[in-house]
């Protein structure tokens, strides 16, 4: 592979876009960094894995965050700023990787490497994809998108000056839906090439 590749996937629950990531990342053999990340700053800072997940991806109470000679008393806006600052030492150091999620379409933005994608679907499909792969009815399966999707909207948007799923933020936004799974990594796969391409002419 010539040149950085980074692909970062931001998604709505249940859009399949986590999917879609690992489909990317096999194709182009990169590495794909998700909930793992806080495995390996776990390992690498000496920190329980567990603690780490538990605020990992949460948005930061602004009320009660407060940041002084550059230490924050808020545990969700440290985790975030651990796998922040990880992300931009794997980009800075030219290592090509697939990333879901972590604001990583723009703390990572201005690296000409970086491909940023946004994964959404119709709700009816993303509810019969959750009660497939979750068991769970309808009405959970709904319940649980609005409540992952909430989730994520507070800490992308408590992190990022541009607002979570705004197409402005990415490269390109895909609805799942429309195509499935393996034809929308298809779509993506041709969009990503003609990008490489381009960056090798120049």
Known sequence: MKGQLIISIGREFGSGG?????????????????????????????????VLKEFDEAGRKK????????????????????????????ADSGESFVIVGRCSETILKGNTGLISIFVLGDMETKIERIMRLYQKSRKDAEELILEK?????????SHCRIKWGDSRNYDLSINSSRLGIEESVRILSQYIDARRKMQEAQ
Do not use: C, W
């Open 18 to 50: 986590h999917e879609i990531a690992q489909k990317l990342a096999d194709q182009y053999k990169l590495p794909l960094y998700d909930h793992n990340l806080l495995d390996e700053l776990a390992g690498r800072n000496n920190l329980d894995g567990d």
């Open 63 to 90: 009320l009660l965050s407060r940041t002084v000679r550059g230490m924050n008393n808020s545990p969700e806006q440290n985790v975030a700023q651990l796998q922040f600052d990880y992300l931009r030492k794997k």
């Open 149 to 157: 999707d909430r989730k994520r909207k507070k800490y992308h948007n």
